[in-house]
C-alpha cells in the first residue's frame, strides 16, 4: 500500500504539521424525520414523516418532504463530519439531533425522532444569554437584575463564561442557589 505523507507549513513562526493523506469520499445522506408518538426512538408503522424539517450537514440545508424524507447526496465528512437536524417549535428531541458521519462509506442513512410538545409553540420564543456573573458570597443585586429577565418569559437560559468569582469549589454551591433563587428556568 503507498501512503503520501503531507507536511504543511505555516509561516507565522516555525509551526508544521505532519500527516498521512487520506482519500474522503463523498457520502449520500438520506432519511427521515420523524413523529415518534411513543417516544421509543424507532419510527413505528403509525408514525407519520415530519414534513418541512431544516436537516443539514453544516454545509448543505435541506427541508424534509411531506412525508419526512431527506436527502443530501454530495456530503464531505473530512469537512462537514456531522449531519443534524433543527428542532421546529412545537416538537422536542427523542435521542440524538445529530450524528457522526462515517468516512470510509458511500452512503449514510439516518432517523430523527420528534415529539409533539405544545408548551414550546411559541411565536415569540425567547431565551436569555447571561454571561460572566462571577456568583460571590453574596449574589442578591444579581438576582435582582435576573428576576427582571426572568419576567419577560424566557423558555430557558444560557450561562457563559466565568459562573462564579472564586476557584473555591463551595462557591459553586453559592451559583447553584443563586440560580434557583432568580425565576431563570434551570436544569440544575
Not at 104 to 118: M, R
Request: aromatic content about 10%; hydrophobic content about 40%; proline content about 5%.
Amino acid at each position: 500500500m503507498s501512503r503520501r505523507r503531507i507536511c504543511i507549513a505555516l509561516y507565522l513562526g516555525a509551526f508544521v504539521v505532519c500527516g498521512t493523506a487520506a482519500t474522503v469520499r463523498a457520502l449520500s445522506i438520506d432519511g427521515v424525520v420523524f413523529l415518534d408518538a411513543n417516544a421509543n426512538g424507532r419510527q413505528d408503522a403509525d408514525e407519520r414523516g415530519a414534513p418541512g424539517v431544516v436537516v443539514s450537514d453544516g454545509g448543505d440545508l435541506v427541508r424534509t418532504d411531506a412525508s419526512g424524507r431527506f436527502a443530501i447526496p454530495d456530503g464531505d465528512p473530512a469537512k462537514r463530519p456531522f449531519v443534524f437536524a433543527e428542532t421546529p417549535s412545537g416538537f422536542r428531541r427523542i435521542g440524538n439531533w445529530y450524528y457522526r458521519l462515517p468516512r470510509d462509506s458511500d452512503g449514510f442513512t439516518v432517523a430523527f425522532a420528534l415529539q409533539s410538545a405544545p408548551e414550546t409553540a411559541r411565536g415569540d420564543f425567547r431565551f436569555a444569554h447571561v454571561t460572566d456573573t462571577h456568583v460571590a458570597k453574596t449574589w442578591q443585586d444579581q438576582v435582582a437584575d435576573l428576576r427582571e429577565v426572568a419576567a419577560l418569559g424566557v423558555a430557558f437560559a444560557v450561562n457563559t463564561g466565568d459562573l462564579v468569582g472564586s476557584p473555591d469549589p463551595t462557591w459553586y454551591d453559592n451559583y447553584r442557589q443563586f440560580l434557583s433563587e432568580t425565576g431563570l428556568p434551570s436544569t440544575m
